[in-house]
């Protein structure tokens, strides 16, 4: 990165550095994967371009159907300008499957289709294990109103149906995801993070079984392998259907 660029933060997947409008932000993506809270971690080369690319290609997919996001464009493979956003900490996962935590917390059987989508909202906070939260103690903690709390559910539900949809379209299941949003610039709520293997579950749908078949970081998490293949793999029927934005 080029050294007029401040480095203004570091996480466990991304650089975000500033730029020479004040209004805009460089996302860099590192190679890094971690899980578990950052007790597992490792390098995977390619990674972070891989991610960037899906990412990018995600965001224009949601711009296309009136979804308010930060992104604005890609700077190189690794790399892309997005609006400055003041981060709102909470973490929005949406299931359309039971999968993972959802199962170790209820009766529910792993692999359960829901009836309808689930939303869960967790506290970002690394220090807390980013726990599970309530709408109550969302506003308790004055996070965000009840307005931009129904806001954000009904973006996320929104975007669940337009991704459910595009990924189906590319043979992949979307079992669940997580999702990051923020103030712009005039304090409108925006998608912010990213959206990609790392923090997508998808399954692959050409099977002639019930197997399971993650391209995703459960690759990672669960010591299966070919994360790289994985991620290349979905990249590759992203670019296959060009058209599937319409």
């Known amino acids: 990165m080029n050294n007029k660029h401040e480095l ?6 991304k650089k975000v550095f500033s730029h020479d409008d004040a209004d805009r932000v460089i996302i860099e993506f590192k ?8 007790l597992k971690k490792a390098k995977f080369e390619g990674k972070g371009k891989l991610n960037c690319l899906i990412s990018a290609r995600i965001f224009e997919i949601l711009i296309n159907k009136n979804i308010p996001t930060h992104f604005i464009e890609l700077k190189n493979e690794n790399t892309m300008i997005a609006q400055k956003i003041k981060v709102i900490p909470l973490e929005i996962v949406l299931r359309n499957t039971a999968y993972g935590s959802l199962c170790k917390q209820t009766t529910i059987a792993s692999g359960t289709d829901l009836v309808k989508p689930l939303i869960d909202i967790y506290l970002k906070n690394d ?3 980013d726990p599970l939260i309530t709408k109550d103690r969302i506003e308790l903690m004055n996070i965000i109103n009840s307005k931009e709390l129904d806001l954000i559910i009904d973006l996320t539900l929104k ?3 337009i991704l459910k949809n595009f990924f189906k379209n590319i043979q992949l299941k979307l079992v669940d995801f997580k999702l990051e949003f923020g103030y712009d610039s005039k304090n409108n709520i925006v998608l912010g993070d990213e959206i990609s293997p ?3 579950r998808l399954w692959d749908l050409n ?4 197997t399971i078949i ?10 299966l392998g070919g994360l790289i293949e994985a991620y290349s793999e979905i990249l590759r029927r992203i670019n296959d259907f060009p058209n599937l934005i319409e």
Do not use: H, P, V
Not at 207 to 210: A, E, G, I, R, S
């Open 127 to 129: 220090d807390l294990n």
């Open 31 to 38: 190679d890094d994967a971690t899980a578990f809270n950052a």
């Open 214 to 223: 993650s391209l995703d970081k459960d690759r990672f998490r669960n010591d």
């Open 159 to 161: 975007i669940n149906s």
């Open 8 to 13: 203004i933060y570091e996480g466990k997947a």
């Open 207 to 210: 099977q002639n079984n019930d």
């Open 198 to 200: 790392d923090n997508c």
